[in-house]
């Protein structure tokens, strides 16, 4: 039934309510100040200015009124900037495979880290667990989810370990 509002009073022989006058003057209100300001500012602005102009409107009112006459404010074209993002390196290929597996110790070892809370804070954990005996090999913690934190880890466990040629480390590749 495709009749406007306005259509619908005149079949049924019914005057306008006072809402409804209300209403048709505040669109155009709506519609001045739309323009006036390029087709930009939405319905919490235009209710700002209405309000400075001495009309009080809810948001919602206007945003509905604004929506049966159709007019959706533009967005702004500003690009925002976009900070040096950390290149997330070379990825490595998956050696395991999801194989956990292995014939002997210091072959492969896992790593991860994960992080505690406590009641002074987030305290983080970066671990190296050797895949045959599952000792764990190298920990080191920090209050800080750097990259040193895992470089510790590791270098604790190079130095205890000493592992032959050919170890594979495995990690998540995460942050």
């Given amino acids: 039934m495709g009749v406007s509002r306005e259509g619908y009073y005149k079949y049924l022989d019914h005057k306008p309510s006072q809402r409804g006058l209300e209403n048709a003057d505040l669109k155009e209100v709506i519609k001045e100040i739309f323009d006036e300001h390029k087709g930009r500012y939405g319905s919490i602005r235009i209710g ?3 309000n400075q102009r001495g009309i009080h409107a809810n948001r919602k009112r206007i945003s509905r009124l604004m929506r049966e006459m159709n007019l959706c404010p533009r ?3 500003y690009n925002y900037k976009k900070y040096k993002l950390k290149s997330r390196g070379e990825e ?3 050696l395991l495979n999801q194989l956990f597996l292995t014939d002997s ?5 896992v790593g991860d880290i994960t992080y505690i809370p406590t009641k002074r804070g987030t305290l983080y954990l970066a671990v190296f667990v050797d895949l045959f005996s599952r000792k764990v090999v190298g ?3 920090g209050n800080r989810m750097k990259d040193q934190l895992v470089i510790e880890a590791f270098l604790q466990a190079y130095g205890k370990e000493r592992p032959d040629a050919g170890l594979i480390v495995h990690t998540d590749q995460g942050s």
């Fill in 48 to 50: 700002k200015v209405l």
């Fill in 75 to 77: 967005g702004t074209r």
């Fill in 92 to 94: 490595r290929p998956n």
């Fill in 105 to 109: 110790k210091n072959k492969i070892w």
């Fill in 139 to 141: 920990w080191s913690m």
